[in-house]
C-alpha cells in the first residue's frame, strides 16, 4: 500500500508498446493508413431532398436530414434546435437558411433564437443572426417561415400569442424588425418584397417591406373562405403568383397576387359528389404538391369523417392545372404519407414521409410508381423541402 | 356563467403580462374569433359517439370523452391525471378549448387543454384527437401550436391536461 | 383593399363570443370545473425506480422517469441535459442529485457543466452547482458518479482524457475541487469519506477525502486481475464494506474496504466448468443486482463468444453470498435485458430494462416471477436506480 | 512504423492542446497501458472470421472487417464513408483502436475509431462491435467512451469512421 509515483508507474507499459511496434517488421503489399478527412457535399442535384424532422418526444434535438432521391443516400444533416419548424433555401443556393430556438439548460432556462446561416456545400455554420425569442412554436409547416422572392428577407412567423412576423436581412444579416400581422398567421411570399398571412376571418393579409425590410404597405383581400364553415389549411402550395389552398372539405381556392392586390379565384373541387360521399377529404401536415411547369397539383386524400384534416392520405390524387384541376390520377399507397413535396425538374421525384413512420419514400412523379424506400430516417419526419 | 368570464380574464391578465396593450386587443380579438366557434361545433358532432364516460373514465385512454381535442401526451400516464401537471411542471395559463360531448349526461363541456411544460416531452400515452380543432389562424381552437408558450417557462413542452371550463351553450 | 383598423376588425365576433355565452343559460347537475393544478409525489415507497435514460439518438436531451413498480405507474420525470449517465439518490431522501452538462447550442456552442438538485416531492429545480465542464462523456453506468456514505460529497467521473474525479460538497451547495486518479476510472464510495476507482493496472487507487473534501490519502490496492486476459467490468455492485466485481469470463471478485486498506477477495465462478463450456458469460450495462440483507446476487447470463460482455442476458441467475455464492436459481427471460436492480425491501422486486427496448419489467425478486411490463419507457432505457 | 509513431505522435500533440503537462504524461501512460494489449488481440481472436473483406466491401454493412470494435453510428450511412467524416462534423483527433482481421490479405490491421463530432446523432446504422473492447479504464480500447471528447467541438457525437493505422505486429 502506499502512494505510487505514477508516470514511473506507467513506464514498463509504455516501453511495452513501443516494443510491440518494433517487432512488427517489414510488411508487404499492406493497406495503406486512411488519412483523416471531412466529406463536402458533390454538386447539386434538384432530386435532393431535406426532411425537416421536430422530434416530437426530444424537441430539443431538432434534425433537417438531406437525400439524394435517385440513390436513397443520407448526404448529410444539421442540428437546428428546439421545436424545429423547418428550413429554407435561398434561391441563389449558396446557403440554407435554419430558423433556431435554443434553452441556456435545454428544457430550462433563458431562451435564445436565432437565424443559423450554413454553408450549402460544407454543411458548416456561416454565423448566426439574433432575433426576438417569439418564434411560434407549432408543428412544423413550411409556411412558419419564408424568403422574399428576391432572396433579401427572411420571414418568421411568431405567436407570443401576439401574432407578429420577424424579418431579417440575409444581405446585411441582421434582424429588421417585426411586422404585425393581428388576427392573422403564417408567412406565404409573393413576390419580391411581399408576403400575406391568413387570418380568421377568411381573408389573407398583405404586407409590403420596403427596401429595408420596413412594412411599406399593408392590404387586406376580401373575405373568401368561411373559417368555420369549411376553412382552408394552412398548407398552401405556391403557383407562381398564386397559393392554392385547400378546404377541409376538398375545395381548392386559389390565392393570386396582382398588381392590384391579391384576388381570391374561383374555387374548384379536388372530389367529386360521390367521391364526397365516400368521405374522401385531403389531409395530413403537408398534404399538397405542385409540378408548377407540368402544372400538376398532388393532394393527399384519406376516407374520413369531420375534423380529419390531419389524418395522412392513403392516395395521392393528381390534378392538371392546365385542365382546370381534372383529374388525371389516382396513386395508391401501400403506407399512408402524411407530407409530400415534388421536385421542379423535367423528371419530377415525388418524396412522400409520414410522421409517425421512420422513412423516406420515393415515387416517379409522373407514372407514380414507388421508386424506392430509404430507412432509418429521422424520428418524426415532419414536413420536405424541394427545390 | 363567472366559469365563463375566468377564461377570458385569465386569457387578459396572462396576455398583459405578456404582450403590449395594443397587442392585447388584437390578440384576445384573435382569440375570441376563434372562440365564437366553439359553440357551433357540439352541433356539427353532437351525435357522434366520443367514447369514455360512465363512472370510472379511463384517464389513461384516448377515448375518454374530455380529450376529443387533445393533440400530445396524456399527463396522466406522465405523472399527473387528466386534469393535473405532473410534478415539476407548470400549466400553461393560456390554453386551445375544445367542445366535447360527455356520454355520461349527455352534456357538451368547454373543455381547457392546458399545455404542462418546463420539461421535455413525457413521450407517453400520444393522442391526437381534432373535434373542433382549427388552423393556426384561429389560434384558441388550434391544438397545433405548442400552448407552453403561456407558460411561465416558455415553450418546452411535456404533456397535456382537459380541463372542463364549463358547459357548451345549447 | 386597404388598410382595417383592427381592434375595430373583430369587435362583432367578440360581440358574438359574449352573445353565445349569454345564451347558455342556467344548467343544473352538470360537472364542475376543474382547478388548474399541479401533482406532488406520494410518500415514497422502496418499490420506486429511476430508469436512467441516455436518449443515444437524441443525446442532447436526456431524461429520468420515476415509476411505481407496485403499479407499473409513471410517478414523474426530469430533464437532464446531455450525454446523461445518470442520476443520484442521497441517503437522506430529500432530494435527486443530477450531473447534467448542456451546450448553448444545443449540440454546438459553450459547453456548462452543472450538478442540478432537485426537490424530491415535488421534482422542482431547487439549484445547480457549476462544476468544471469536464464530465465523462460515456455511457450510462451506475459508477460514472457516486455518494460519500455519509452523503455529504457528490463525486463525478472526469475524462478529458485526463482521469479526474470532480468533488461537490452537497451541504454547501459549492465545488469543491478535482481529484486526480491517474490511469484509473469510474467512482466506487467505500465509506463516510472514501472512495475508489479501478485502475488499467489490475489495482483500485482509493482516495480518502477530509472533511472539506480535499484529498486526505491515496492507496493502491494489489494488483488483483489481469485487465488483458480477463479484465473486470466496471459494473460491479456494492454489498456492504465490499463491492463485488465480475470477469469477462465470469468469475466475482470482492474488493473489501477495511481499516488497513482495501482487500480483494477470494475470486468465485458465476458458472461451472460445463456451463463456460456453453459459452454462458455474464454481460450487460448493469449486468449485477444485489440483495444485500437475503444475500442475493443476480447475474445477467447469455451464450456467447469472447468480448460479448456488453451482450443482453437471456437468463438472470442468482447466487446464495452466504453460501459462498451457491447458484440457487435460473430465471429465464421471454426478452433479453441488459441493465437490472432489485430493491433492498423485505418483499424485493427486480427491474429490468433492455436499452433497445421501451419497456420496464418488474419482477418479484425472490420467486423471479415477472410481475408486469410498463410500455412505453423512455427512448434508450439505460441504467436503473433503486433505494 | 512511421505510422505507429504518428499514433503516439497525435496523441501527444491532442492532449498538449488540451490538459496540463503532467496529465499529459499520465494519460499517455493511461493510453499506452491500454494500447500494448493491441498486439495481443489478433492471437485471441485471428482465428475467429470477422466477415467483410474482399474487392467491394460494404460500407454501410456492420459486418465489414474493419469494423470490428465499432460501438456507434457508421459514418458511411451519414453522408461520410468508412474513413471520412459527413459535411459539417469535426473528427476527434484522439481515438480508440481495434485489432480487424481483413479476410482479402488475411491480415490484422490497427484501426482508429474517429469520431465525428460537433452536430447531434446521425441516428443511421448503429453498429456495436466489441472485439478487443476494454473497460473504461483502458482508454485506448474502450468504445463506451464519448470519443468527440477529443474533438475542438466537444463531446456531441455524430457518427464512427474507421480509419487503418497500420498492420497488426505478428
Known amino acids: ?387 | 356563467m363567472a366559469r365563463y368570464d375566468d377564461v377570458v380574464e385569465r386569457f387578459t391578465r396572462r396576455l398583459a403580462q405578456t404582450v403590449s396593450r395594443r397587442s392585447v386587443l388584437r390578440s384576445l380579438g384573435g382569440f375570441l374569433v376563434g372562440a365564437a366557434a366553439v359553440p357551433l361545433l357540439p352541433i356539427a358532432r353532437g351525435a357522434r359517439p366520443v367514447g369514455g364516460g360512465g363512472a370510472a373514465p379511463d384517464e389513461t385512454s384516448c377515448d375518454y370523452w374530455r380529450y376529443c381535442a387533445v393533440d400530445g401526451f396524456l399527463c396522466a400516464c406522465c405523472g399527473g391525471s387528466a386534469t393535473a401537471c405532473p410534478p415539476g411542471t407548470e400549466s400553461a395559463s393560456i390554453t386551445w378549448v375544445g367542445s366535447c360531448r360527455n356520454g355520461a349526461d349527455g352534456r357538451n363541456y368547454i373543455v381547457s387543454y392546458n399545455d404542462c411544460c418546463g420539461k421535455s416531452s413525457c413521450g407517453r400515452c400520444m393522442c391526437n384527437r381534432n373535434e373542433g380543432d382549427r388552423p393556426l389562424y384561429q389560434p384558441s381552437t388550434a391544438n397545433d401550436y405548442n400552448w407552453c408558450v403561456g407558460s411561465k417557462v416558455g415553450v418546452p413542452y411535456h404533456c397535456t391536461v382537459s380541463r372542463i371550463v364549463g358547459v357548451a351553450p345549447k
Open chain 1, 1 to 387: 500500500m502506499g502512494v505510487f509515483p505514477l508516470t514511473t508507474q506507467h513506464r514498463p507499459a509504455v516501453t511495452g508498446f513501443l516494443a510491440a511496434i518494433l517487432t512488427a517488421g517489414p510488411v508487404a503489399a499492406q493497406l495503406k493508413p486512411d488519412p483523416m478527412t471531412t466529406a463536402t457535399l458533390p454538386a447539386p442535384s434538384p432530386h435532393w431532398v431535406w426532411v425537416n424532422d421536430i422530434v416530437f418526444h426530444h424537441m430539443a434535438d431538432g434534425k433537417a436530414f438531406l437525400f439524394d432521391g435517385d440513390t436513397g443516400k443520407m448526404l448529410g444533416m444539421l442540428s437546428t434546435g428546439f421545436g424545429f419548424t423547418g428550413l429554407k433555401l435561398p434561391p441563389d443556393g449558396s446557403m440554407i437558411v435554419s430558423p433556431e430556438t435554443y434553452f441556456s439548460r435545454g428544457t430550462r432556462g433563458t431562451r435564445t433564437d436565432v437565424v443559423t446561416l450554413y454553408d450549402a456545400k460544407t454543411l458548416n455554420r456561416i454565423t448566426e443572426i439574433g432575433i426576438p425569442p417569439k418564434k411560434a412554436s407549432q408543428l412544423p409547416m413550411n409556411s412558419a417561415n419564408g424568403i422574399t422572392d428576391d432572396g433579401r428577407f427572411f420571414l418568421i412567423y411568431n405567436f407570443t400569442p401576439a401574432q407578429t412576423v420577424t424579418v431579417v436581412d440575409l444581405k446585411t444579416r441582421k434582424f429588421v424588425g417585426e411586422v404585425d400581422i393581428p388576427g392573422c398567421a403564417e408567412v406565404y411570399p409573393t413576390g419580391p418584397r411581399t408576403f400575406f398571412s391568413l387570418c380568421g376571418d377568411g381573408t389573407v393579409f398583405q404586407v409590403t417591406l420596403d427596401g429595408t425590410g420596413k412594412p411599406a404597405a399593408r392590404s387586406r383581400s376580401a373575405k373568401f373562405f368561411d373559417a368555420l364553415k369549411d376553412p382552408v389549411t394552412e398548407k398552401g402550395v405556391r403557383d407562381g403568383n398564386s397559393w392554392l389552398f385547400a378546404t377541409f372539405a376538398g375545395d381548392v381556392i386559389p390565392v393570386e397576387a396582382t398588381a392590384s392586390g391579391l384576388k381570391p379565384g374561383t374555387r374548384w373541387p379536388l372530389s367529386s359528389a360521390a367521391e364526397r360521399q365516400q368521405n374522401w377529404k385531403p389531409g395530413g401536415m403537408q398534404h399538397l404538391a405542385i409540378h408548377g411547369k407540368h402544372r400538376r397539383l398532388y393532394s393527399l386524400m384519406h376516407q374520413g369523417g369531420v375534423d380529419t384534416h390531419k389524418e395522412g392520405g392513403t392516395e395521392i390524387w393528381v390534378y392538371d392545372l392546365a385542365a382546370g384541376g381534372k383529374k388525371v390520377q389516382r396513386i395508391p399507397l401501400v403506407k399512408p404519407l402524411t407530407s409530400i413535396s415534388v421536385t421542379s425538374d423535367a423528371k419530377p421525384l415525388l418524396f412522400g414521409i409520414h410522421i409517425g413512420m421512420q422513412e423516406l419514400r420515393v415515387f416517379d412523379a409522373e407514372s407514380g410508381k414507388l421508386l424506392r424506400t430509404v430507412a432509418e430516417v429521422g424520428f418524426t419526419p415532419s414536413t420536405l423541402v424541394t427545390r
